[in-house]
């Protein structure tokens, strides 16, 4: 594997990954106990070559607690084999730096709609009449 493909970005290179294993908790008895399939992916985005400053900037802001210190730490343990828990890994590393660095969409403001201005001003009537009924009577 070179690396993992960012589609229409770039490639993330295999010597900036660390993977770590361990064994995966939950049932399974003595395959579960012995074999190390759960799967540490670490990518310490702070340090790579591939992204310039801005990007690196969206994806601390955008991955959240999976981005702490620099490093994204994704982990994979749903599978009883190892190597699709790399799989999956990869993948989802990829989808979570896609997603950070898509553009946001722009919020065009719009005008209120003549019934949303209509059901403000019969909501404020509304108000204004529950507050006249608490008011002391006039004789």
């Keep these: 594997m070179d690396g993992i493909d960012i589609p229409g970005h770039f ?5 900036e990954l660390e993977w770590e294993f361990s064994t995966s908790g939950g049932p399974g008895g003595q395959h579960a106990n012995r ?3 759960r799967v540490e992916l670490r990518w310490n985005y702070q340090h790579s070559r591939t992204l310039s400053l801005a990007e690196k900037t969206r994806i601390k802001r955008k991955a959240g607690a999976r981005a702490g210190g620099g ?5 994979s343990d ?3 084999s190892q190597h699709r828990n790399r799989l999956e890994a990869r993948d989802r590393l990829a989808a ?10 722009i919020r065009r403001s719009t005008k209120p709609s003549r019934s949303a201005r209509e059901k ?17 009577p006039e004789y």
């Design 78 to 80: 749903r599978s009883r």
């Design 120 to 136: 403000r001003r019969e909501d404020k009537r509304r108000r204004g009449e529950t507050k006249r009924m608490r008011q002391r």
């Design 11 to 15: 490639i993330i290179p295999e010597d």
């Design 35 to 37: 074999s190390a399939t």
């Design 71 to 75: 490093v994204l730490r994704i982990t």
């Design 96 to 105: 979570i730096v896609v997603e950070a660095l898509r553009p946001d969409k």
